[in-house]
Nanobody
Framework: QVQLVESGGGLVQAGGSLRLFCAAS????????MGWFRQAPGKEREFVAA????????AYAESVKGRFSISRDNAEDTGYLQMNSLKPEDTAVYYCVASRSRVEVEEGRADYWGQGTQVTVSS
């Protein structure tokens, strides 16, 4: 059973950067699409970014386009989310997800979900 573990979250000032990591264990995600979701207090969970198994095709929420970048290293079974120019409204718990197709990832129907990592952006 694949398990996903996120890390790299923390507290950062507005305008700063963070890099989130998603490590897989118990199996490989090298042939899975993967992505990131986030959920802020009192808000619905929302899609952030997704990438195909190859890392070639990517998709982003409008709110993060041009600021966030998703990537992966299949040899290491690890995914990344580089977050630049962070804003207070980016504050949320960020979840790594993986599934057979990118559509499933983007629609929130992923097979595997991590426990989440907290990102807090102060103004």
């Amino acid at each position: 059973q694949v398990q996903l573990v996120e890390s790299g979250g923390g507290l950062v000032q507005a305008g700063g950067s963070l890099r989130l990591f998603c490590a897989a264990s118990g199996g490989t995600i090298s042939n899975y699409a993967m992505g990131w979701f986030r959920q802020a207090p009192g808000k619905e969970r929302e899609f952030v970014a997704a990438t195909s198994w190859s890392g070639i095709n990517t998709a982003y929420a409008e709110s993060v386009k041009g600021r966030f970048s998703i990537s992966r290293d299949n040899a290491e079974d690890t995914g990344y989310l580089q977050m630049n120019s962070l804003k207070p409204e980016d504050t949320a718990v960020y979840y790594c997800v993986a599934s057979r197709s990118r559509v499933e990832v983007e629609e929130g129907r992923a097979d595997y979900w991590g426990q989440g990592t907290q990102v807090t952006v102060s103004s």
